[in-house]
């Protein structure tokens, strides 16, 4: 889900003229799993921006020629001028990779541009109040009518409406003047490029207020975005559908003709005409219900009067539903619909829902604005979750509990994915990003809050530690590339926006947003959040307004520090040389440069580092803190011995990597064994070591060894991130003739944790041994240890034979080990259970284990399988990549991938999920030739949406062909050695 593009340079000073910017995007978050699911469903998000095509080339001061630019519009720029501080084009350059913007005296990185359509935002010549809004869907022929009377205010004379509309068909359109004149446009153009409808008049529409009415049919469709069906099973067994919405970034405009862009709010009456066998929810409450005067089978539902908010907000649901309900102890009526008879299974979302509120009043200081809020279960749904203001949309898996079936690490998955959509209704439906470019607003932040109020209400969870594994890492982990991205890129045509669904604006935007959290601290923190929603309520906001709220609570320099880490792609990494400068004092250099993926160097890259340092003496106390804001500085420590160990970072929150000399890399590891070392400091030395190694910077033997210390860890954090590491190796190393030999040095080093936690679980056992069993075992089985695949085909049986069922939580690591020395029998066996299975978590676990079974004849009818009519298209990607992921299953899944081109096309239309399958059919690669054919494939098959991810997997295949070129041989060596010395 990333652009391609070239690099531009831009230098900016003060004056009032335009701004030259180069073309971009912004971004959605989906999670790798350790240990359930290879992938794990969240919510989507998009990102945008206004932008003219500027015709002909440019010649900057630098004298290299400008291809491709786009001229911001005036009003845009005088808007948008006070957070530009008057900032403007001076000179302009292309270069290979990266371009820089001056900001006083610190130089701001930022990204490769991808190729763009012109795009124009609509003119604000007419603007809507307010939509009267009325929809008939029909649930057997698939279509709906629907009339709507807009309400707006004509701005400037004008002959001509421009709005937004797509895949309906407008039937009749007419203008009430504010004096009751009626007026028919003489022309009704539909753009489908644009995504734009265009009223032509006979005469001018003079200033003022005016009705503009419409009559329009459309699909409920099968694409799970706009007005689309979704298919269930009712209680008796009869296939039916739902009608659902899903309207962001911009699909709204598949359901009602509309101005489509989150700055264009307006309030809304909504009334839906259903079936009296359905149940109708949006937005808000129902205000009455009425028969169909021209049909008594059905009902006219009317919903009361929303806030001023966004299209993409808005939302409306028909179907078959039960649900639980719950009111807060600050008064909001709380109810989880869910599939007719599992209304149970909406408890646990009730009971986090109906304490979530409450605890963001608090924090925010600001009541949630609306009377009630709904979360509904949704069995189509392409994201995980999505936010629409009082009625919150989720995938089945992201909601619903069943006690018997569903594991902890997914109830603890569904308590984040809940308190993530509740942290939008303030941060991002009270006050709504003012473009796409800023959609990090949004997700960055409830990315980082779900996890304050997690930690909140489930402190068993450790959750803060896994935010480190499961958020900041993958972040990292992208943004090291050459193509990333900064988290706020310009962004503009329907078509772009899609794209970048990745771990930037979500991931990263949540590390910046910690690491910012610590820097001001908790109460100026609070404060500034309080200030922020309470100036800009019912309003759209810039990231330089967020800054600006919490400068003014902290007296920090809130914008020049952060500015470094939104607008310029990459981190750094803090390269450390300590010496001794007498019996206690030590003295430590601490340098920035940007850290590269490749282990190039770029010294053009400066960032305000909040750098803090801890020592042996008090482990879990900050030693020391400052602002790194030069290319190097010197900080000496008091009370510090030649034997004490010096940690940078602490707690792993700031967003750069650390990079240890070897003298300082031995002091840490006694206190890795003897775990003086807090765990966060533990995983998060380990990854900055690994990154190095992935880099060239270090051998791959120093971290194999660095490995070694932690075979008595007992942490489950730490061992998701020993895990990521092991993982990343086992897919390098698959493509050697010694793969078996890493797989003996992983079951050695996980020996003992599998030992000590056992297949049962303990009398009172916490929450995280839980899930450290699951991963344990699920490693040691992927790494072919014969007794824990014995012990897994003995309980399988017994699970399938009703003698004793698997708990939920072994249930993915059990079926993989199976499967990985099953057979056509074994394959049949899963069918089985995934056809009986009702609940989908269980459907999840099923599908995406069957990649794990190593007979390739096999394996061909996991992937026909996934494109079959069993599988649904939402989850279909899920069941591919899990064949990807394997050294049998790799080059069949890209084949597959291929020969399925366009039935997948047709099938996902370049949206996220299309993204994904291709990130994972293609970057496990690691040669040249394979780069070059992903290249090729790509060249000759346009596949919208996904041009950058196509160009960070090449990367990455390139990556890794240079990685085994420089360590392969090293390594082999190193675990022939360790083998010999085992036995």
């Given at each position: 889900?990333?652009?391609?593009?070239?690099?531009?340079?831009?230098?900016?000073?003060?004056?009032?003229?335009?701004?030259?910017?180069?073309?971009?995007?912004?971004?959605?978050?989906?999670?790798?799993?350790?240990?359930?699911?290879?992938?794990?469903?969240?919510?989507?998000?998009?990102?945008?921006?206004?932008?003219?095509?500027w015709v002909g080339a440019w010649r900057g001061n630098c004298g290299h020629r400008l291809k491709r630019a786009y001229y911001l519009s005036e009003d845009f720029v005088s808007s948008f001028g006070r957070h530009l501080a008057g900032y403007s084009l001076n000179s302009c350059s292309i270069v290979s990779e990266t371009f820089f913007v001056p900001t006083g005296k610190r130089f701001i990185h930022t990204t490769n541009m991808p190729e763009s359509k012109p795009f124009e935002r609509l003119p604000k010549c007419v603007v809507p109040k307010?939509?009267?809004?009325?929809?008939?869907?029909?649930?057997?022929?698939?279509?709906?009518?629907?009339?709507?009377?807009?309400?707006?205010?004509?701005?400037?004379?004008?002959?001509?409406?421009?709005?937004?509309?797509?895949?309906?068909?407008?039937?009749?359109?007419?203008?009430?003047?504010?004096?009751?004149?009626?007026?028919?446009?003489?022309?009704?153009?539909?753009?489908?490029?644009?995504?734009?409808?265009?009223?032509?008049?006979?005469e001018p529409l003079h200033a003022g207020n005016g009705l503009l009415a419409f009559d329009f049919t459309g699909e409920i469709n099968d694409k799970m975005k706009g007005f689309y069906r979704s298919k269930y099973v009712s209680p008796d067994g009869e296939e039916r559908y739902a009608g659902v919405t899903q309207f962001e970034a911009t699909d709204a405009r598949r359901c009602f003709p509309c101005w489509d862009e989150p700055a264009i709010k307006a309030t809304f009456n909504i009334t839906l005409v259903v079936p009296e066998s359905k149940v109708a929810l949006s937005n808000m409450p129902v205000v009455s219900e009425t028969k169909d005067p021209s049909n008594p089978a059905l009902r006219v539902v009317k919903f009361d009067t929303t806030p001023i908010m966004s299209t993409y907000l808005v939302a409306v649901v028909v179907g078959e539903y039960d649900f639980v309900e719950d009111k807060s102890n600050d008064g909001v009526l709380v109810r989880v619909y869910t599939p007719v008879g599992k209304k149970e299974q909406g408890r646990f979302a009730l009971e986090v829902a109906t304490k979530v509120l409450p605890y963001y009043k608090d924090y925010f200081q600001i009541a949630y604005p609306l009377p009630k809020i709904d979360l509904i279960a949704i069995a189509d749904f392409s994201a995980g979750a999505m936010e629409n203001w009082g009625l919150v949309t989720y995938r089945e898996t992201c909601l619903l509990v069943d006690p018997e079936n569903t594991s902890a690490v997914r109830k603890q998955w569904i308590a984040l994915v809940v308190g993530h959509e509740l942290a939008h209704q303030w941060f991002g439906n009270l006050v709504t990003m003012e473009w796409w470019t800023h959609l990090w607003l949004n997700e960055g932040y409830a990315s980082f809050v779900e996890f304050l109020c997690v930690a909140h209400l489930f402190p068993e969870y450790d959750i803060w530690t896994q935010f480190v594994t499961d958020t900041y890492i993958r972040a990292l982990e992208l943004d090291c590339l050459k193509n990333s991205h900064p988290i706020e890129v310009p962004v503009g045509h329907p078509s772009e926006i899609d794209e970048i669904f990745d771990d930037i604006s979500y991931n990263k935007g949540a590390s910046v947003i910690r690491m910012l959290h610590k820097y001001i601290g908790d109460e100026d923190f609070r404060k500034g959040m309080n200030i922020y929603l309470t100036r800009h309520q019912y309003k759209n906001t810039f990231t330089e307004d967020l800054w600006a709220a919490l400068e003014e609570a902290s007296n920090k320099p809130v914008a020049a520090v952060m500015s470094t880490w939104t607008k310029q792609m990459g981190f750094p990494v803090v390269k450390v040389l300590s010496k001794q400068s007498g019996p206690t004092t030590r003295t430590l250099t601490l340098t920035q440069e940007k850290f590269c993926a490749d282990g190039s160097t770029s010294n053009g890259c400066l960032w305000m580092v909040p750098i803090m340092l801890s020592t042996s003496r008090n482990p879990h106390d900050v030693a020391f803190s400052t602002v790194l804001?030069?290319?190097?500085?010197?900080?000496?420590?008091?009370?510090?011995?030649?034997?004490?160990?010096?940690?940078?970072?602490?707690?792993?929150?700031?967003?750069?990597?650390?990079?240890?000399?070897?003298?300082?890399?031995?002091?840490?590891?006694?206190?890795?064994?003897?775990?003086?070392?807090?765990?966060?400091?533990?995983?998060?030395?380990?990854?900055?070591?690994?990154?190095?190694?992935?880099?060239?910077?270090?051998?791959?033997?120093?971290?194999?060894?660095?490995?070694?210390?932690?075979?008595?860890?007992?942490?489950?954090?730490?061992?998701?991130?020993?895990?990521?590491?092991?993982?990343?190796?086992?897919?390098?190393?698959?493509?050697?003739?010694?793969?078996?030999?890493?797989?003996?040095?992983?079951?050695?080093?996980?020996?003992?944790?599998?030992?000590?936690?056992?297949?049962?679980?303990?009398?009172?056992?916490?929450?995280?041994?839980?899930?450290?069993?699951?991963?344990?075992?699920?490693?040691?089985?992927?790494?072919?240890?014969?007794?824990?695949i014995e012990e897994a085909k003995k309980r399988f049986d017994h699970h399938c034979n009703g003698k004793c069922h698997l708990p939920a939580d072994l249930r993915s690591p059990v079926y993989k080990a199976v499967l990985s020395v099953g057979d056509e029998d074994t394959y049949n066996t899963m069918l089985k259970l995934y056809r009986e299975a009702d609940l989908h978590e269980e459907k999840d676990r099923i599908s995406r284990a069957l990649g794990a079974i190593g007979n390739e004849a096999i394996l061909k009818k996991v992937l026909d399988f996934a494109m079959s009519e069993e599988v649904r298209s939402q989850d279909t990607v899920f069941v591919i990549i899990s064949v990807a992921m394997t050294k049998v299953g790799r080059e069949l899944a890209w084949n597959f991938f291929k020969e399925n081109w366009q039935e997948l096309m047709n099938r996902y239309e370049g949206g996220f999920l299309l993204a994904r399958l291709v990130k994972y059919t293609t970057e496990n690669f690691a040669s040249e030739e394979q780069a070059t054919e992903v290249e090729n494939f790509f060249r000759e098959h346009h596949s919208p949406g996904t041009e950058r991810t196509v160009q960070q997997s090449c990367e990455t295949i390139r990556l890794n062909a240079a990685w085994l070129a420089r360590d392969s041989e090293s390594t082999r060596k190193y675990l022939i050695e360790t083998q010999k010395h085992s036995s």
């Open positions: 889900m990333f652009w391609t593009g070239r690099t531009l340079c831009r230098c900016i000073r003060r004056t009032r003229e335009p701004v030259l910017v180069g073309h971009g995007l912004c971004c959605y978050r989906y999670l790798l799993s350790g240990q359930e699911n290879w992938l794990r469903p969240t919510d989507i998000r998009v990102s945008g921006i206004t932008s003219l095509p307010h939509y009267d809004l009325i929809l008939k869907p029909d649930l057997k022929t698939l279509v709906f009518e629907g009339k709507e009377t807009i309400e707006v205010e004509v701005k400037t004379v004008t002959d001509k409406i421009v709005l937004n509309s797509l895949d309906l068909t407008i039937k009749s359109v007419e203008y009430t003047t504010s004096t009751g004149n009626s007026i028919v446009p003489t022309d009704v153009s539909l753009s489908v490029e644009d995504e734009t409808l265009t009223l032509t008049f006979p804001e030069t290319r190097s500085a010197n900080i000496t420590l008091q009370n510090v011995s030649a034997s004490d160990w010096v940690k940078v970072n602490p707690g792993t929150v700031g967003y750069y990597r650390t990079q240890y000399p070897p003298d300082m890399l031995e002091l840490f590891v006694p206190a890795i064994q003897n775990k003086s070392l807090p765990p966060l400091d533990r995983l998060g030395l380990l990854d900055d070591l690994f990154a190095m190694v992935q880099a060239g910077q270090t051998p791959t033997v120093e971290v194999l060894k660095l490995m070694e210390a932690f075979s008595d860890e007992d942490n489950y954090t730490v061992w998701s991130s020993i895990s990521n590491c092991l993982s990343k190796l086992s897919i390098l190393l698959s493509h050697t003739d010694y793969e078996d030999l890493f797989k003996a040095y992983g079951r050695k080093l996980m020996a003992r944790v599998g030992q000590r936690l056992g297949w049962d679980p303990k009398e009172n056992e916490s929450h995280l041994d839980t899930l450290l069993r699951s991963l344990v075992i699920g490693r040691l089985g992927w790494f072919g240890e014969k007794s824990v």
